[in-house]
C-alpha cells in the first residue's frame, strides 16, 4: 500500500518529466528542421544571387520625364522623322528623274 | 499695413469668385474648367462662352466621301477602351499630370498645326505604322517607356497608358495608329480611344491651340 501510494505519486510527475523531455526534442528537431530548410533556401538564394543576369544600364529603368521633357523629347523624333521623310522623298524623285533621263 | 493685406485678400478672393461665377457654360455642373500644361505653358480648358457660337471651320462640313472617311464603330477592339470628353479630361488631370499617360494627336503634322487638344502631343500615325524597325519608332517606343530586349522583343509593361484621336467619327488615323501598337504589341488595355475626336471636342467649344 506504501508503494502504491509511492507509485501514484511519481507516476504524474514521471510522466510530466517524461513528456517535457519528449517536447524539448520535439522542439529541438523542429529547430533543426527549421535551421536545415533555411541553410537550404540561403544556399538556393546564392545560387540564384551567382546566376542572376544584372541588367545593363540600358535596361535599367530610366528616370521619368517631366511632362515637358516628355513633349520635347517626342516632338523632336516626330520632326527628325519628317526631315528623313523629306530626304526619302527628295532622293525618290532625284532617282526617277534619272532613270527618265 | 496690415489693413491693406486684408484688402487686398478680400479684393483677390472676390475677383477669383467673380471668374468663377461669370462661367456659364460650364464643361459639367461642377467642372467650369480644367488647366494643363501645352508647350511649357498652362493652358485652361474651357467652353466658349458665347451662346450663340456656331462652328464655321472644317469641323462644320457633315459629308465627306466614304471610303476613305467611313464612319467607325463604337469598339474597335475587345479591349481598347472607346472614351469621351470626360474621360479625356480626367486622364488629362490624372494619368497625364502623374506622367503616366499621354494623350496623343495620331493626326498628320499638317492637321495638327491648324489646332489640338491643350495637353496633347503629336505622334503622326506613319510613325507607328512604320514598324519596330524604323528608328523614329523605336525611338518613340522606348520613350512611351518600352523596353526592347537584347533578342528585339518589346517589352510594355512599365509603358505609359495612351490616348489616341484624330479628327472624329470618320477619321482613321488613330485607328490605324492603334493598330499598329496592338501588332507591335502595346498591351490594349494601356489603349484609350477618343473616337470623337476633334469635331466632338469643337462641337463642345472647348479650347484648342495652335501648336
Known sequence: MKYLKKLLLYIPLIWVLTGCQQSDTEKQSDRQAEASQQQAADDENKETASTKVIPSVDEQPDQPLSIDEFNDAIYEVVQDSIQDAVENAVEDEVTKEEQQK | ?211
Not at chain 2, 472607346?82 to 499638317?110: H, I, M, S, W, Y
Not at chain 2, 517589352?155 to 501588332?183: D, H, P, V
Open chain 2, 1 to 211: 499695413m496690415k489693413t491693406v493685406l486684408i484688402t487686398l485678400l478680400i479684393l483677390t478672393s472676390s475677383w477669383i469668385v467673380q471668374a468663377e461665377d461669370e462661367i456659364k457654360i460650364k464643361i459639367t455642373a461642377d467642372l467650369p474648367y480644367l488647366d494643363v500644361r501645352h508647350n511649357g505653358k498652362i493652358v485652361r480648358i474651357m467652353r466658349i462662352q458665347d451662346p450663340e457660337h456656331r462652328l464655321s471651320n472644317s469641323y462644320a462640313k457633315t459629308s465627306r466621301p466614304c471610303p476613305p472617311f467611313c464612319v467607325h464603330p463604337i469598339k474597335l477592339t475587345d479591349n481598347v477602351q472607346t472614351v469621351g470628353v470626360l474621360e479625356l479630361l480626367d486622364f488629362l488631370d490624372n494619368q497625364v499630370k502623374k506622367g503616366k499617360g499621354a494623350l496623343v494627336d495620331a493626326r498628320l503634322p499638317q492637321w495638327y498645326e491648324k489646332g489640338t487638344i491643350p495637353g496633347s502631343v503629336n505622334i503622326p500615325f506613319p510613325i507607328l505604322t512604320a514598324g519596330t524597325d524604323n528608328p523614329h519608332t523605336a525611338r518613340i517606343l522606348k520613350l512611351l517607356g518600352g523596353k526592347q530586349s537584347k533578342d528585339g522583343k518589346w517589352n510594355f509593361e512599365n509603358a505609359r497608358e495612351l490616348m489616341l484621336y484624330c479628327n472624329g467619327l470618320w477619321c482613321g488615323q488613330s485607328t490605324r495608329a492603334i493598330m499598329a501598337l496592338i501588332k507591335i504589341g502595346y498591351p490594349e488595355n494601356k489603349l484609350f480611344w477618343y473616337r470623337g475626336g476633334m469635331q466632338d471636342w469643337q462641337l463642345l467649344g472647348l479650347t484648342t491651340v495652335i501648336p
